[in-house]
């Protein structure tokens, strides 16, 4: 693992976002640079940052090395009575407060450094909601145990749109083993 760098984390919510639309575009790009996989394109990831940032309760933490944007980490609170992941759980637990992680995006050069981990705490351990949801590609199942090493359970299996991949429905905060 190469040494972390000190970052400085900034915490943006929905009168930001805005302000720091350019900058989650731009990592982006650079995450995805040389892929060929037209779902995450610029064009579709610009839909998901413009809605996800306008929902109530956006909440974004940005890491910067010095002056330059090297990761985020976004999600929203879920609708109460649209917690769409209890479909996959015969028990749903009665908590019903869920935060959804959107995007966990580091840019190449900083992959590797425990970045991901700082911004997922930085984010998801400062919510007040009991449970956290988010959705894992099936095809990267080293991402997926990275999530289970934070304490996230697979329950299902979910494909949100028709030339999505197949997602694995990852949940945090659940009672049980």
Excluded: N
Aim: hydrophobic share 40%; net charge negative.
């Amino acid at each position: 693992m190469t040494p972390s760098p000190a970052y400085t984390l900034r915490r943006f919510g929905r009168d930001q976002a805005a302000g720091i639309r350019q900058i989650l575009l731009d990592v982006h790009a650079d995450a995805y640079s040389g892929e060929t996989d037209e779902f995450h394109d610029d064009t579709r990831f610009t839909w998901f940052v413009d809605h996800w940032s306008a929902l109530d309760g956006f909440d974004c933490v940005i890491a910067y090395d010095v002056d330059e944007p090297a990761g985020y980490a976004y999600g929203a609170p879920a609708v109460h009575g649209r917690e769409w992941w209890r479909e996959y759980l015969a028990d749903a637990p009665e908590a019903a407060d869920t935060f959804s992680l959107s995007e966990l995006m580091v840019g190449p050069k900083w992959r590797q450094t425990g970045l991901s981990a700082l911004l997922h705490d930085a984010l998801v351990g400062q919510r007040p909601e009991p449970l956290a949801v988010l959705l894992v590609d099936t095809e990267h199942p080293r991402v997926q145990a990275l999530y289970e090493s934070w304490d996230y359970r697979k329950v299902g299996e979910r494909q949100p749109f028709a030339d999505s991949p197949l997602y694995a429905v990852m949940v945090r905060g659940l009672p049980g083993p």
